[in-house]
C-alpha cells in the first residue's frame, strides 16, 4: 500500500531539490532511486543516459541510494568512461522521498529482478512518468501511465524514454496525473485495507 496523502508532487520540495542537485528548471531530470546493487541494474541505467545526453542537451539524470563503496567506486569508473560528467548527478541516500520522486521528470527503474517495486508506486504517487522493465509486478503497477521495457537492454530503455522526452511538458504532466489517480485506484493504502 502506497500512502499517498505522504507520496504527493509538491513544488516547493521540487525547487529545493533541485537547486540541491544544480538542476535548473530548464532541464528535463531523470532518475533512479535504488540501492546500489547489481540486482538494480544502475549499469543499464548509466549506459541509456549516455545514449540520451547527446541527444537532449537539456537532459539530466540522478542516481540516488546508497550501497557499498566498491559498487560505488565501479559506478563511478563507468560514468567516467561514458563521459557523463556533470549531466549525471549522485545524489546519495534521501530519507524526504517525496522531494526527491518531485524533483524528476521521469523515473526509471532499470532492475533486472523486483517483487512489488515501492519505488515505481511511490513516484507515480508524485505524479511522475515512469519507464520500467518487464520484471516482478513492474509492468502491472505502470499499466498505461508509462513505458515498459525488456532487462538489461540500454538501447531499448532509451528509446523508452526518448518517447517521453519527446512529448510537450503539458502531456508529460498529464501522464504523471494519471499515473498518481492509477495508484489511488489500485494500490493505496487504503485499497490494500480495503482489499
Excluded at 511511490?122 to 525488456?150: F, K
Aim: with cysteine; glycine share 8%; aromatic share 8%.
Amino acid at each position: 500500500g502506497i500512502e499517498t496523502k505522504r507520496f504527493r508532487r509538491d513544488p516547493i520540495w521540487r525547487k529545493e531539490m533541485r537547486l540541491k542537485w544544480g538542476i535548473s528548471e530548464q532541464h528535463t531530470l531523470i532518475g533512479l532511486v535504488a540501492r546500489l546493487d547489481p540486482m538494480k541494474d544502475h549499469t543499464t541505467f548509466l549506459r541509456m543516459a549516455a545514449i540520451l545526453q547527446d541527444r537532449f542537451l537539456h537532459t539530466r539524470f540522478v542516481c540516488v541510494g546508497d550501497g557499498p563503496d566498491a559498487y560505488l567506486h565501479e559506478l563511478l569508473e563507468l560514468a567516467e568512461a561514458l563521459s557523463l560528467g556533470e549531466k549525471l548527478v549522485w545524489g546519495g541516500p534521501h530519507f524526504e522521498m517525496p522531494a526527491v520522486y518531485s524533483a524528476l521528470d521521469i523515473f526509471v527503474s532499470s532492475s533486472y529482478g523486483e517483487g512489488f517495486s515501492n519505488v515505481i508506486g511511490e513516484a507515480m504517487a508524485c505524479e511522475t512518468p515512469c519507464v520500467v522493465t518487464n520484471v516482478g509486478d513492474s509492468a502491472r503497477i505502470v499499466g498505461e501511465t508509462g513505458r515498459i521495457v525488456a532487462p538489461k537492454a540500454p538501447a531499448g530503455l532509451a528509446e523508452a524514454v526518448s518517447e517521453l522526452l519527446q512529448l510537450s511538458a503539458d502531456s508529460r504532466f498529464e501522464l504523471g496525473r494519471q499515473a498518481r489517480v492509477r495508484i489511488q485506484k489500485y494500490y493505496s493504502v487504503e485499497k490494500m485495507v480495503a482489499s
